[in-house]
């Protein structure tokens, strides 16, 4: 469960950075790690962070690259005019063996002009790069990295999520007893009326509500969903 908790964070920490909402479904975290779960402990995770499916992988570093640069306050005083070489080498290097060499041994070793140069991680600046559709969180034991890319029926399950999220906020803000069967009514927006149309017995089922149609009674309010504009209205039945 220790790790399950990690694992979560670390996949909320990618979704606060990709900016996407918990009620956004997305297809899949891959997690980095020597650990492997019981298929109830990965369903914690999928549930907690709305995903289709979490898969363990022994390396995601194909997922981030690494540029590195010199560290010119260590290496200017210690390396002098082999500078702008070392400079080059790191630049034009793979970034992601010298990233790996960090890791393992705690150094980056080159050969400029035939002299050893022992460069350690006081020496030399890190960027980092997300590959696109992926966003990448570490704690430096656990890797996860979250795919972001949403295909049109993910999008719609979270245009789903929203609008019954909504509507329940709604039967809250209107008083209605928890057990009261309601009518939902929208206002004129195409994408919003074709969602409706395709997720109505889900929706339904969800809020407790008897209709879904066009128009406006009851306690109305005006949304933002996904950056759609809408009225959306509740009627107790």
Partial sequence: MDFVLKAVVLGRAARNTANIKNRQPLSLMYIKSDITLAAEYESIITEELNLKAVEFKNDVEGFVSYKFKPQLKTLGPRCGKLLPKINEML???NGNEFMKSLKETGEINLIVDGNEVILGN???IIETA????????ADGVTTVVLCT??????????FVRELISKIQTMRKEAGF???DRIKVYYGKNEVI???FTRNCDEIKK??????IEAGSAGYSKEWNIN???VMLSVERN
């Fill in 130 to 137: 997300q590959a696109e559709g992926f966003v990448t969180e």
């Fill in 177 to 179: 007893d928890v057990l």
């Fill in 193 to 195: 009326e074709g969602i």
């Fill in 227 to 229: 950056g759609e504009n």
């Fill in 91 to 93: 630049q034009t290097g």
């Fill in 206 to 211: 969800e809020v407790l509500s008897d209709s």
């Fill in 149 to 158: 890319s949403l295909t049109k029926e993910l999008i719609e399950e979270g």
């Fill in 122 to 124: 006081d020496d030399v």
